[in-house]
């Protein structure tokens, strides 16, 4: 575990900052090679860059609800990590919608084309939680645990390295998702693929976690879980197009 991974002064450079922002430029790599692949306009990727940041406020925002009461605000707010994913989904779709809304972008085409950034994105950022000893899981005795005496709470428990699990799971997601877009598989599908992957994911991962219990004795993670495997399975309800991709030479159109 390295939290800190060098100083320039009195500033501390986090190894959590650091895989946000590489998360964040690897994720608009993907998206703006998936925009040129489908033939969406280019400026699709400002609403990506404002979801980055609307994202990272929701995260923080719903981190602090969460633990409210636990220690001071101004301890929750400026944590070297604390951040929930759940937000900062939350967040950047909202602010990605009306971006692309103000753009008169088309929307489902565009989140398709999103989804491989998206979970590439989430991996890393899941690999910064890792480097900084946030959001582990319980103790274990398998020889893979973890301890993290410099975590975000610190412990010196073996403890289930669930970030790295989730992170493995995510890797293979973006791979099934470019996959599944370069097989012309309808953007409504694509998009409900993803939307299930991801709950059920983290459903599954926050049984691993210690997080505070809430209604018929699963956490609010797991409630937003089902929510988005609820719209994920929507979506895949819909009769699907195949997607015809276009060719050099030819009229077609992604």
């Known amino acids: 575990m390295y ?22 430029l ?36 719903l981190f602090v609800a969460e633990h409210a009461g636990e220690e001071p ?10 951040l929930s994913w759940y937000g900062g989904f939350g967040g950047g779709v909202a602010a990605g919608l009306l971006t692309l809304s ?15 950034a998206l979970t590439a994105g989430h991996a890393l950022g899941r690999i910064g939680c890792f480097l900084v000893g946030d959001d582990y899981g319980r103790p274990t005795s398998l020889p893979w645990g973890v301890a993290f005496p410099e975590g975000a709470p610190p412990t010196v428990d073996r403890v ?24 012309g598989v309808d953007d409504r599908h694509v998009l409900g ?30 409630w937003a879980s089902l929510i988005v495997v ?4 929507a979506l895949l309800r819909v009769p699907a197009t195949r997607r015809m991709l276009s060719i050099p030479g030819s009229n077609g159109r992604g």
């Open 230 to 233: 609820a719209i994920g399975t």
């Open 73 to 82: 605000l101004a301890g929750l707010l400026f944590a070297r990590a604390g």
């Open 102 to 116: 103000r753009k008169r972008l088309p929307m489902v085409p565009v989140l398709a084309a999103a989804t491989p």
């Open 3 to 24: 939290p800190v991974i060098g100083r320039v002064g009195s500033f501390e450079i986090s190894s959590f900052g650091l895989m946000v922002a590489i998360a964040a």
């Open 160 to 183: 289930h390295p669930t970030q790295l699990y989730e992170a493995a799971v995510l890797v293979v997601v973006t791979w099934l998702l470019i996959r599944w877009r370069r097989a």
């Open 193 to 222: 693929r993803y939307l299930v992957a991801i709950g059920v994911t983290r459903f599954v991962i926050e049984f691993l976690r210690i997080n505070v219990r809430v209604a018929l004795d699963i956490t609010v993670a797991q």
């Open 26 to 61: 690897v994720g608009l790599w993907i998206f703006s090679r998936e925009l040129a692949r489908s033939h969406l306009r280019a400026d699709a990727v400002d609403a990506a860059a404002i979801g980055v940041a609307a994202g990272l406020l929701g995260a923080k925002l």
